[in-house]
C-alpha cells in the first residue's frame, strides 16, 4: 500500500530493500508537468529523503490537477466496464457527457481535484434534482477515483455519504387519460413532425429514443379477423442529438421487440408511412435528409403543439407511462404489460404480441368507440 506524503507517494517495490516513488512535475524535458516515477533502494525513510530532494527541485511548478484535467486526461481515456463486466452501451456514455457538461464541467471543471471538499459537494448536490444528483455525484466519484490511483489526492471524497434529494413523488400523476390523448393531444399533434412519435409512445409502450427509431421498410400490415394491425418492431434507438444507435442497442436486453397497433393508430401510422416512402424517406419520424429526427428537436415540437392548441404541456416522457395506465384497465396482467414495455423476460417477438393484441383488441376499440 502506498504511503502519501505531503508531496508525491513513497511505496514498497516488489523488489525486496527497494521503494517506488510517484511525482508530478515539469522537469524541463519538453513534455510539460506529468507523472513521473522512480525506484530507490533503501527503506520509506531512504525514500521519504529523496522526495524532499525532489520536492525542493520542483517545487515552483508543482500543482494540483483540476477535475477536468482528470475527466480528459484520465476518466476518458479508460473504457467504462458496466455492472456485469461489458462496456458501458454508446446511449449510456452519451449521457455520461451529457451530465459533465451540464453538472459536473460548470462547478467542478477549473477546481483542483485536491480541493473537492465534502460540504462543497454536498451544496452542490443539495441544488439538485434526485436523478441529476445521483448521475452527477456518481461521474465525479469515477473521475476522483482515477485522481485517486494517480496520486493526485488521497481519499476520493464522492464516496462519502451525502444527503440525496428525494425523489419526486408526483412523476407517477403526470398522465393523460385516454380519452386526453384521443381528443386533445392528438389533434394538436396530428401533420406535425412529433405525431408518428406520438402515436408510438402514447399507444404503443416505446420510450422517447425507441419511437424515433423505426424504419419504414420495417413497418408492416397485418389482418387479423378484419382487424388491420401495423406491426412495428423496436429495434435500435435514437439520441438526444439524432444519433443512431448499433441494432439491438436498446436499454436493457429485454427491450428489443416487436409490437402491434390496432386501429386507429394502425391506419395512420401506416399512412404515415406509405406517404413518407413516397417522398423517399427512410425513417418514420424522418429529418428528410434520410435520418431520423432527434429526441432534442422532437421534444421541441411536441411542447410547441401542445401550447399552440391550448393543451396543458407535459414531458413527452409522459406518454409512456399513460399509456401503461389507460391499457392497465383492460384486465390485461402486469407481467404481461412489463414485458410489452420491454421491461422483463426473454426477447420476445412479433408472433407474442400479436397474440396480446387479438386477445384485447375488441376491448380497445370498444373504449375508443365510447370517446
Not at 513521473?36 to 525514500?47: D, E, I, L, N, W
Amino acid at each position: 500500500m502506498a504511503q502519501r506524503a505531503s508531496w508525491g507517494s513513497n511505496a514498497p517495490a516488489r523488489r525486496k530493500g527497494y521503494r517506488v516513488l510517484r511525482y508530478w512535475a515539469d522537469t524541463g524535458d519538453g513534455r510539460g508537468y506529468m507523472r513521473h516515477t522512480m525506484t530507490v533502494r533503501g527503506g520509506k525513510r531512504a525514500g521519504d529523503s529523496v522526495l524532499r530532494d525532489l520536492w525542493s527541485r520542483y517545487k515552483d511548478c508543482a500543482r494540483s490537477v483540476t477535475v477536468r484535467e482528470a475527466y480528459e486526461r484520465w476518466y476518458l481515456a479508460n473504457p467504462r466496464p458496466g455492472k456485469r463486466g461489458e462496456l458501458v452501451k454508446p446511449g449510456t456514455f452519451e449521457q455520461t457527457l451529457s451530465t459533465w457538461r451540464k453538472h459536473v464541467e460548470p462547478r467542478w471543471g477549473d477546481v483542483p481535484v485536491a480541493d473537492v471538499g465534502y460540504a462543497d459537494v454536498q451544496d452542490w448536490i443539495n441544488g439538485k434534482t434526485s436523478q441529476p444528483a445521483i448521475r452527477s455525484l456518481s461521474l465525479l466519484r469515477g473521475i476522483l477515483r482515477f485522481a485517486l490511483m494517480a496520486d493526485e489526492v488521497d481519499r476520493n471524497v464522492a464516496t462519502f455519504d451525502y444527503v440525496m434529494p428525494a425523489a419526486s413523488t408526483s412523476r407517477g400523476s403526470d398522465i393523460w387519460t385516454l380519452d386526453e390523448l384521443i381528443n386533445e393531444v392528438w389533434p394538436a399533434v396530428h401533420s406535425r413532425i412529433c405525431e408518428p412519435a406520438f402515436i408510438l409512445s402514447a399507444f404503443d409502450s416505446c420510450r422517447t429514443g425507441e419511437a424515433l427509431a423505426p424504419r419504414l421498410d420495417e413497418i408492416t400490415e397485418c389482418r387479423v379477423d378484419g382487424m388491420m394491425l401495423a406491426c412495428v418492431p423496436l429495434l435500435r434507438q435514437v439520441s438526444n442529438r439524432g444519433k443512431i444507435s448499433v441494432e439491438g442497442d436498446l436499454k436493457n436486453e429485454w427491450s428489443p421487440r416487436s409490437t402491434v397497433l390496432p386501429e386507429p393508430w394502425s391506419a395512420r401510422v401506416l399512412q404515415l408511412r406509405d406517404r413518407a416512402l413516397a417522398r423517399g424517406e427512410t425513417w418514420l419520424s424522418d429529418n428528410g435528409l434520410g435520418e431520423p429526427i432527434g429526441q432534442n428537436v422532437m421534444r421541441r415540437d411536441f411542447r410547441s403543439a401542445l401550447v399552440a392548441s391550448g393543451v396543458k404541456p407535459k414531458q413527452f416522457r409522459a406518454l409512456r407511462r399513460s399509456w401503461r395506465s389507460w391499457i392497465a384497465g383492460m384486465g390485461i396482467s402486469s407481467e404481461i404489460l412489463e414485458k410489452m414495455m420491454g421491461h422483463v423476460g426473454d426477447g420476445t417477438t412479433g408472433r407474442h404480441y400479436l397474440r396480446l393484441t387479438e386477445d384485447t383488441q375488441k376491448t380497445m376499440e370498444e373504449e375508443v368507440q365510447k370517446l
